[in-house]
């Protein structure tokens, strides 16, 4: 039996995400990314599409290393301006019943306690439909306006990760006994002291010698999310991961880092499909193949290939603007996004990318594929990309919001239901038990069940 093709919409509470320049279509919306009738909009339409959910984006900082400032991403707005995307899930939480919410954090700026309570309580106000993408920053800007001279050293900051893991799941795992509140009107005792537990946490970067401020949530830990690409990140995502998010131009590029992905969960004991991984793709779907190629046409018309390079400088460390455009790309060890510049050098041997050639293709989609034509053709790609690569779905974004997630809701999910590699309702439960069918909580043998507390 053919595995099923997942889907994740893919954004950001900003007007321009993954491809600049494209805020200025006329029929783009994402503009009024600051009105809570739009995330309301978007989301009863990606609950009409059955998706997993909504995975959102964040950065902490300005894109400012292209021409070594950050003109180029304010005029482009290049993810700027940016809102806060943990505050959207209620409003869209209000109005579905189904579907998920991934939201990016990025924990090397905040100190873990405070942020314990905060997904807790979205955890409780989505009935557990909240997801964490746990990420440890790229950008110096973020480091600078918080405190730091720059940002930590790429391992650092993943060393660092470890322990903000332990903190958070002594919290949501082992502070609250399941039965810890009464609610005993008579008795007058709302919880049993005995019953909720300070974690006496002390270690090297974080002292908590308290208990958590919240009762256990339906989840108790959020579902664990995460896209670090680089052996690094493979190796945390190994350990801690529930869905993890790659990105790539080519089935070459993706197939390689999938095989890691898995590889990594076999060699800390767990097996190799306890992970859910999800591809970057952009889908332009038409009604016929001449009317996607025309909607593509047009879309390659609003790119903005220098905001396109500042968000490229962003992500990789390198200042692109020194560089000759038609000059091969080539993988400078640094401490930014380390998997943003191997998709384009040595994450695959039979390619090699100009300068221009990148920010040519990531002026559309960001780092992964742009699959254009007609619901069939589409279907047929996505067949193949999936059973080429090993993974299991992809996150979806888009050039003009709503059109092409819309397009994908009513013109593709139909098309793959008919060919038995789409769901065709949701399951009850949780947004884990939605997505692994083994209830609510954590595995047991995941690490965040198993820590201890003095």
Not at 342 to 365: H, K, M, Y
Not at 389 to 406: K, R
Request: aromatic share 10%; glycine share 10%.
């Amino acid at each position: 039996m053919p595995r099923p093709i997942r889907f994740n919409a893919f954004s950001m509470n900003a007007a321009s995400h993954q491809s600049p320049g494209l805020w200025r279509h006329p029929r783009n919306t994402s503009v009024q990314f600051n009105r809570l009738d739009y995330w309301a909009d978007l989301a009863r339409l990606l609950e009409r599409g059955l998706f997993d959910a909504l995975f959102i984006a964040d950065v902490l900082g300005i894109y400012d290393v292209y021409q070594g400032g950050p003109d180029a991403a304010l005029r482009g707005g290049v993810q700027v301006p940016v809102n806060d995307p943990l505050l959207l899930v209620p409003a869209m939480a209000g109005v579905t019943e189904h579907l998920g919410f991934g939201v990016t954090f990025s924990l090397t700026y905040e100190h873990p306690y405070p942020f314990a309570r905060r997904m807790s309580t979205l955890d409780h106000l989505s009935n557990g439909r909240v997801g964490w993408n746990i990420v440890t920053g790229y950008l110096d800007s973020a480091a600078r306006n918080l405190g730091q001279v720059r940002q930590l050293g790429h391992d650092q900051r993943y060393d660092l990760a470890e322990e903000y893991l332990q903190v958070l799941y002594k919290l949501w795992e082992r502070s609250w006994d399941d039965d810890a509140v009464l609610l005993e009107r008579d008795s007058g005792r709302y919880i049993e002291p005995s019953r909720v537990h300070p974690i006496n946490h002390h270690g090297e970067h974080f002292q908590v010698p308290g208990m958590h401020l919240c009762q256990p949530s339906p989840q108790r830990t959020p579902v664990l999310f995460q896209a670090g690409a680089s052996a690094r990140g493979q190796q945390f995502a190994a350990r801690h991961a529930e869905c993890v998010f790659i990105s790539g131009p080519t089935p070459t590029v993706l197939r390689r880092y999938a095989d890691g992905i898995r590889q990594a969960c076999e060699a800390v004991g767990r097996g190799r499909d306890e992970v859910l991984i999800y591809a970057q793709a952009l889908l332009i779907v038409g009604a016929t193949r001449s009317e996607a190629e025309a909607r593509f046409a047009e879309y390659r018309r609003y790119v903005d290939l220098d905001a396109a390079l500042a968000l490229l400088s962003g992500w990789t460390g390198i200042d692109f603007a020194g560089l000759d455009p038609d000059a091969p790309i080539e993988y400078i060890e640094n401490d930014a996004g380390r998997a943003a510049l191997a998709a384009f050098t040595a994450a695959d041997p039979n390619r090699r990318w100009s300068v221009r050639e990148a920010a040519e293709f990531i002026g559309l989609g960001g780092r992964g594929p742009v699959l254009v034509g007609s619901a069939s053709d589409v279907a047929d790609q996505l067949e193949h990309w999936l059973d080429a690569t090993g993974i299991d779905g992809f996150n979806l974004t888009y050039a003009v919001q709503p059109d092409d997630l819309a397009q994908v809701v009513e013109l593709l999910v139909p098309e793959l239901q008919h060919r038995g590699r789409y769901p065709t309702a949701y399951a009850d439960g949780s947004l884990r038990h939605k997505l692994f069918g083994k209830g609510d909580k954590l595995p047991q043998a995941h690490v965040g069940r198993n820590v201890h507390i003095q």
